[in-house]
């Protein structure tokens, strides 16, 4: 138990409790458009810090993220057909999870074998056996989508709270599995795969570790993207949601906790700014990224995290 109190750890619930007040504050004084804006970022956030685990700290390059999120999403959705709850939502976010766990374990036994590029177009096409499978099932809606019934007793404050407890939890397990003799193990093979074969480490388990890890949480994240729009449909899961995840943790420096939160919030907000400008939107999303990464190559944080900054100010004044 005294583990979970390390000074690193409390940097870190310091850090994630600021960044929450101070979005939960802005919540609640801005219009219902920026309120939108605001969610959609924090559930970006929580999948973005599950896909930085697996692309920042283990090395390997997915882009099946869109397949886990969808199961999420979907697990929530059948579940509420009998009653928006709060036990059903954590019913359904436990199946998404098991799901998920058994659906990464089918990818990761033969991926794991592949490595760069060819990683990453597997688990792109295991993201959409995914969708169009939830597109035949019955269950689900198939391509028509599933509707959702309202939380019940919870408003947009109360969902965009639990998001915000779900970041601060989010964090703190990338941490402490980072610090961890299992996170020294993953980030060796990140390093040199082959050196860390040659020293004894099980690279297939620790990337396949961080691989579970990664995916639990774009389930979780997922199964917030129901009681935010109230319908979902197999085309929100596709190739474009991978990558607009991806975007984040490049944008925000792999391997960085710190930046993948603020380029989360950075996203959505630019995303809002563009609606106006509907025509070109794209093109100028894509030159606001382009320039960005020009300045800032390794992203907004490289892969330093903002409790590093604290150590060091710190150190000095010592």
Request: aromatic share 10%; glycine share 10%; net charge positive.
């Amino acid at each position: 138990m005294k583990h979970l109190f390390t000074k690193k750890n409390l940097m870190w619930l310091l850090f994630g409790a600021l960044i929450c007040i101070a979005m939960y504050f802005v919540f609640g004084v801005v219009t219902q458009k920026w309120q939108k804006t605001l969610i959609t970022a924090a559930y970006y956030i929580i999948g973005a810090l599950g896909l930085n685990l697996i692309i920042g700290v283990s090395g390997q390059f997915s882009l099946g993220h869109a397949g886990f999120i969808a199961i999420g999403a979907y697990s929530v959705g059948v579940v509420f057909q009998g009653d928006a709850t709060l036990a059903n939502f954590a019913l359904g976010i436990a199946i998404g999870v098991v799901i998920t766990c058994a659906v990464a374990l089918i990818i990761a036994v033969p991926t794991f074998r592949l490595r760069g590029d060819y990683l990453a177009i597997a688990t792109l096409g295991f993201s959409e056996i995914i969708r169009i499978a939830i597109q035949n099932m019955k269950i689900t809606g198939g391509a028509s989508g599933l509707s959702y019934l309202s939380f019940e007793n919870i408003n947009d404050h109360g969902m965009f709270l639990m998001m915000l407890i779900t970041i601060v939890l989010s964090i703190l397990l990338i941490v402490n599995f980072v610090k961890s003799s299992h996170g020294r193990a993953t980030i060796s093979v990140r390093e040199d795969e082959i050196a860390s074969e040659a020293m004894g480490v099980n690279t297939t388990k620790y990337k396949t570790i961080a691989f579970l890890i990664g995916a639990s949480l774009a389930a979780i994240a997922g199964a917030y993207v129901g009681p935010m729009n109230f319908f979902i449909k197999p085309g929100d899961f596709g190739f474009q949601k991978s990558i607009d995840v991806l975007v984040i943790v490049v944008l925000g420096g792999m391997g960085s906790l710190s930046g993948t939160v603020i380029a989360g919030i950075f996203i959505a907000v630019i995303n809002t700014l563009l609606q106006n400008y509907s025509d070109i939107r794209m093109i100028l999303y894509a030159i606001i990224l382009v320039t960005t990464m020009i300045f800032r190559p390794k992203g907004l944080f490289g892969n330093k995290e903002i409790t590093d900054i604290f150590s060091k100010k710190r150190k000095e004044a010592e």
